[in-house]
Structures are given as structure tokens and as C-alpha cells.
């Protein structure tokens, strides 16, 4: 990882200053020579005797000035490699998106004296997007490390959960065991329920746990070195209890949430994974109807709980009065678990196309988190689709703000505009932004990340004045001030929906007609709608809900031709 590192910081160097500096091993550095010295060397120990280079924590960060050397350098597994990007961004680089990196000219490469030790308080960090799962190296830029981001040796490794999630039917599968063992399987009502999408565990039932451990155990043996395992719950909806046996009942009632039976029967298994691997973890939910944190018992040291917002109002900061509920589920199990991990929402998963104003939270959300010392995030974005509303910049801005929460989230984002968008345009963004949000929370309606389309918060005045700038930033793009491409992904999903509202609510548009520049009619639906459409193909993956979507709008379209 430090040869790559050094080979990185060779080759941004030569960018930026046009030069070639030589790649050098310590042992063929000359004696009182003067260097960037990248990697817990022994050259840096010595230049810096009072740190204790192999002391520095998981992926934090060492830059510093000492007698004419530069020390970039860090803890496992990526410390280096981070400080070597924090040394790049401070000369100006910039990896704004997958497909765009700013670097700068210089004529001089300097530096002012670095004095620089910082140790992230996110140990996994993982917004969930699409550019970044699909780009290891541009992952790694953002300084970010979770499952999905599958980093190779050279960039520090993979963080891989042997499961990830909702793993109990892959540990008790349906089709191994409910035949003979169906009181393994969660009692609805007077039958035992095991369809493998929805269905849980009969947790009270002490030979189901012995096998759930079992088969944990086997499941880690297939792996050479394994470090985190998921044993969780499966997936459900809001109104679903989990097993409704007298025996589990009564564990309920004892804990005062089901959530105290899961982290039973994880604790046994865990406890049993620490004898045998005593470096991996076990990954477990606090999700629908476990999220309420249980009395009577505690996770184990080697048990990390993932507790999920699915519920929460997404245009509201965790802690507000609106999310009184998650708050308290939150404080109460970060009082009781010695790892806690969140798993937060932030896109549309009914369309991603579709506007989706909710940046405002979120650096007081990863404010809240860390002060509580929350120590791994999985911000679930929109994952399979590159087009989501704002992707690149939420992408961006979420990298940077779970590297440093107390980071100027402001700041952040006058640079990304000015920087990625162009000072003429970043005004404009800017002001895109304010709007929407502001509608959001004037809207005073529960913002989920289930929002089938915007009429319940986007009125059509606001609508109307949204397309105005998208005008103006397009004529910007003819005056050359504006990338055109950069434009079309920023203005899909206001022109999508305003395509939809004219196809769907013809009448309430001609009502408001004075809020438009001008209204297409029926035949101007089909063009428009295969002009956006051909944009979407532009930028594969697209998910079939965004699919269903533009069919069911060319179908409309279609009728009216």
C-alpha cells in the first residue's frame, strides 16, 4: 500500500509541476538527503522520535514538516495512502466525481509547514452510491472503506461483511430445515411461517440457536482470514413483530423489545466466534420492530449493532422532535453497545429521478452520530443508478463530512459548486437548493425515503420558479460556462417532474399557468420524454423502478398522441 501510495504522490506531483521526482527506497537514500518520506519509515521514526509511528490508529493520519522533509504517513490499513491525498487536496487536487479530477499548474509546488495528526471517528465509512461502488480508486479518494467499495491490496484491502445483511434464512435455510424443524421457524398466528423474504426466527428455541451458531462457525471456516459476519434478522414491514410463540412472547416482555431475543441468540453465537476467531466481528440489526433498545442484557464486546432510520423524517435531523422516537432508540442503545453502527437513509427508492431535498440534516446528523460514538455509517444513497437526484455532490459532500463532521458543511458546498459546476453556475445551484428544501419543510409533511412523486411537498409556483433556473443555467451551458453534461444530470429530475405534472395534473397546471414560461402541449410529450430518456441510457445502470417509470410517462404520452 506505501509503494502505491508513493507511486500515487509521484504522479499527481508530475501533474501539477511537470516534474519526475525519483521513487526511492530508504535503503538507497543517501545520508542527510532531504525527501517526502511516504510510510511509517525508519527515516520518519527518527525524524519524529516522540510519536510512535506504529501507535497511530486505524486510518488516521500523520503530514508533517521536519528539518526540510516532508512525512506523509499513517496508521493500518490506508493511513498512509489518506495522508497522501490530504497532502495532494492541500496543493489542490480534487476528485470531484469518477469520471472528473481537477489537478492544478503550478510553476512552484510548495507547501507551508504541516503540522497535521487526525484520526477519523467513522471506522467504516460508506455512503452508498453508485459512482463509488463502481470505482474502487475513486472510493479510495474519498477516503472511504465499506463492503461495497471492493479496494484491492494496494489500496488498503476490502472491508467484506460474509453476509452483510438479513442473513438468517442463508444461516437456517427454509429448504434444509423447515421440514423437519418447523418450530424453528416464527409462529404467525396458529402456523409456523418461513418464506425466506420475511420471515424470522423462533429465537426462544435453544437448538435453533445452537444451530444458528453452527452454522455461523461454518460459514467463517470457508474464508482465509475472515474479520465481520452478519447474523441478522431478515427484512420486514413496519407492522410485523416476529415470532408470536408463547416462549418468545414471554423473552419480549422480559426485555421489553424483541430486539432482546435477537441480541440473545447473537451474543451465543458470538461468544462462540470469539473462542474460535477472536478478530471478527458480528454484525447484527436494530431495524423495524427490534429498533427500540432491550433492558436486561447487553451486546457483546465482539457485536456490533447496526440500528436503521427507515422510519425517520429524512428533511429533519435525527434529533429533532419529529424523530423523538429514533432519537431515544439511538441514545438508548449507544448506552448500551460497546460498537454501534447506523444504517441511514437518503435517497427516493420509489425514484431516484426524482428531486429528493434533504442535505440540509446531515452534517448535524453525522455531528449527532459521532458525538455518540457511533463507529461505523452505511448512508444507503441510490446505489444502483448513477443519475439520482444531486448524486455527485452528495457523493462528494458525504465523503467529506464522515472523514471530519465538524468540517464546514457550507464551506463545502460553495467549493464543490464553484469547483465541479463553475462560479457562474454555483449561484444559481445554490439557490435551486434553498428553494426545494425550503418547500420541504414548508410543506410540513413526514419526508420518508418512500416518495412516490412530489405532490405532497412541491407546490406548482415553486415548480414553476425550479424550471426558471434551470433555464438560466442553461443558457449558461451556450456561453461555454457550463459543462453541458454536468447540467443535464443536475436538471433531470425537475424537468422529469415537470413532465409528469403536466401529463398527470393537466388541469391544476392550467390553473397555475402564469407560473410557467410556457406549458407543452400532448404532442410535445413524446419528444420530450425520449429526449430525457436518452439521457438516462447515457449513464448505465438504471434500476427497473426508474424504468417502470419512464414507461408508464411514455405510455401516457403515447395515448395522447
Known amino acids: 500500500m506505501e509503494e502505491h501510495a508513493a507511486r500515487e504522490l509521484q504522479d499527481y506531483l508530475n501533474r501539477i509541476g511537470g516534474a519526475t521526482l525519483p521513487l526511492l527506497r530508504e535503503s538507497a537514500f543517501p545520508a542527510g538527503g532531504k525527501a517526502l518520506l511516504v510510510g511509517p519509515s525508519r527515516s520518519a ?88 461502488n463502481s470505482d474502487p480508486e475513486f472510493a479510495s479518494h474519498l477516503r472511504l472503506n465499506g463492503h461495497f467499495f471492493d479496494l484491492p491490496p494496494e489500496l488498503g484491502g476490502h472491508d467484506a461483511y ?78 410485523e413483530q416476529g415470532c408470536e410463540c408463547p416462549e418468545c412472547q414471554a423473552l419480549n416482555a422480559y426485555y421489553g423489545s424483541p430486539s432482546g431475543a435477537v441480541l440473545m441468540a447473537v451474543n451465543e453465537a458470538a461468544t462462540a466466534i470469539a473462542r474460535e476467531y477472536p478478530q471478527v466481528q458480528v454484525d447484527t440489526l436494530a431495524y423495524r420492530y427490534t429498533r427500540t433498545a432491550p433492558h436486561h442484557i447487553q451486546p457483546e464486546p465482539n457485536v456490533i449493532v447496526r440500528l436503521c432510520s427507515i422510519e425517520c423524517d429524512l428533511s429533519k435531523p435525527l434529533d429533532a422532535p419529529e424523530n423523538a422516537a429514533f432519537r431515544d432508540d439511538f441514545l438508548a442503545w449507544s448506552a448500551i453497545a460497546p460498537q454501534l453502527s447506523i444504517w441511514h437513509y437518503g435517497a427516493n427508492y420509489s425514484n431516484a429521478l426524482a428531486p429528493f431535498p434533504n442535505l440540509r440534516s446531515q452534517q448535524r446528523d453525522l455531528q449527532f452520530l459521532a458525538d455518540h460514538g457511533v463507529v461505523s455509517l452505511f448512508f444507503h444513497g441510490a446505489n444502483d443508478t448513477y443519475l439520482a437526484d444531486l ?91 457550463l459543462e453541458q453534461r454536468r447540467f443535464q444530470r443536475l436538471a433531470l429530475p425537475v424537468r422529469f417532474v415537470f413532465l409528469e405534472t403536466v401529463m398527470t395534473r393537466p388541469d391544476e397546471v392550467r390553473a397555475h399557468a402564469g407560473s410557467f414560461d410556457r406549458i407543452p402541449g400532448p404532442g410535445e410529450w413524446l419528444p420530450l420524454l425520449e429526449e430525457y430518456s436518452a439521457i438516462v441510457s447515457e449513464y448505465p445502470p438504471v434500476h427497473l423502478r426508474e424504468e417502470l417509470y419512464i414507461n408508464r410517462l411514455r405510455e401516457l404520452a403515447q395515448a395522447r398522441q
Not at 481537477?102 to 487526525?118: F, K, N, Q, S, W
Not at 428544501?437 to 411537498?457: K, L, N
Request: proline content about 7%; glycine content about 6%.
Open 162 to 239: 460474509i453476509g452483510f445483511v438479513h442473513t438468517f434464512p442463508g444461516l437456517i435455510p427454509k429448504e434444509t430445515y423447515f421440514g423437519q424443524h418447523p418450530e424453528w421457524f416464527e409462529l404467525r398466528g396458529n402456523e409456523r411461517y418461513a418464506e425466506p423474504e420475511t420471515a424470522q426466527l423462533c429465537l426462544s428455541n435453544p437448538e435453533l440457536r445452537r444451530e444458528l451458531t453452527a452454522n455461523a462457525l461454518a460459514r467463517l471456516r470457508q474464508y482465509r482470514d475472515p474479520r465481520l459476519i452478519s447474523i441478522s434478522q431478515n427484512d420486514s414491514y413496519a407492522e
Open 45 to 132: 521514526a527518527a525524524l519524529l522520535p516522540e510519536t510512535g509511528l506504529q501507535t497511530l490508529a486505524a486510518d488516521e493520519i500523520l503530514l508533517r514538516t521536519v528539518d526540510g522533509n516532508v512525512i506523509l504517513t499513517g496508521g493500518p490499513d490506508r493511513g498512509t495512502l489518506y495522508a497522501v491525498y490530504e497532502f495532494l487536496e492541500r496543493l489542490g487536487v480534487r476528485w470531484w466525481t469518477r469520471e472528473d479530477t481537477a489537478v492544478p499548474r503550478l510553476e512552484v509546488v510548495e507547501t507551508e509547514p504541516l503540522d497535521i495528526r487526525y484520526a477519523p471517528p467513522l471506522k467504516i465509512r460508506e455512503p452508498h452510491y453508485f459512482a463509488a
Open 391 to 481: 448524486a455527485d455532490l452528495r457523493l462528494w459532500l458525504l465523503s467529506k463530512l464522515m472523514w471530519d463532521p465538524g468540517v464546514d458543511m457550507n464551506a463545502l458546498m460553495d467549493e464543490f459548486l464553484n469547483g465541479y459546476y463553475g462560479e457562474a453556475a454555483a449561484p444559481v445551484i445554490r439557490e435551486y437548493l434553498e428553494l426545494l428544501e425550503d418547500e420541504v419543510a414548508a410543506s410540513g409533511r413526514p419526508f420518508t425515503c418512500y416518495q412516490p412523486d412530489t405532490t405532497g411537498w412541491l407546490s406548482l409556483p415553486t415548480l414553476g420558479r425550479a424550471l426558471r433556473l434551470m433555464d438560466q443555467l442553461e443558457s449558461l451551458v451556450r456561453d461555454g460556462k
